[in-house]
Nanobody, 129 residues
Framework: QVQLVESGGGSVQAGGSLRLSCALSGYIPNTYCMAWFRQAPGKEREGVASLYSEGGNTYYADSVKGRFTISQDNTKKTLYLQMNSLKPEDTAMYYC??????????????????????WGQGTQVTVSS
């Protein structure tokens, strides 16, 4: 069982930046995909960015390419999402997710859509215009 705890959300004006963190604990698979999702009120959950634990291959949704960066620390126990040039439409609850995965998924950065077994509780990001 993997536990995920997000932090770093908050309120920011358009054009600003935030960095989200997701701490992993418990039984962590040898290789895995990790991702950030978001869900705004009245909208479907959307995959934002994903990363493979070995090699750090990444994948981004078109809506955040060039503005968001997903990364992990050297211990591979913390996942980050650096969000720059934030827009009001980025306002949502952000969740991190993890799942065991092999190279067939990892070599492409674990692209969406993809199912995940483990989820955090979410952290709110609000961007005002």
């Amino acid at each position: 069982q993997v536990q995920l705890v997000e932090s770093g959300g908050g309120s920011v004006q358009a054009g600003g930046s935030l960095r989200l963190s997701c701490a992993l604990s418990g039984y962590i698979p040898n290789t895995y995909c990790m991702a950030w999702f978001r869900q705004a009120p009245g909208k479907e959950r959307e995959g934002v960015a994903s990363l493979y634990s070995e090699g750090g291959n990444t994948y981004y949704a078109d809506s955040v390419k060039g503005r968001f960066t997903i990364s992990q620390d050297n211990t591979k126990k913390t996942l980050y999402l650096q969000m720059n040039s934030l827009k009001p439409e980025d306002t949502a609850m952000y969740y991190c997710a993890a799942d065991r995965a092999g190279w067939s998924q990892g070599r492409r950065g674990c692209p969406f859509p993809r199912e995940y077994d483990y989820w955090g509780q979410g952290t709110q990001v609000t961007v005002s215009s």
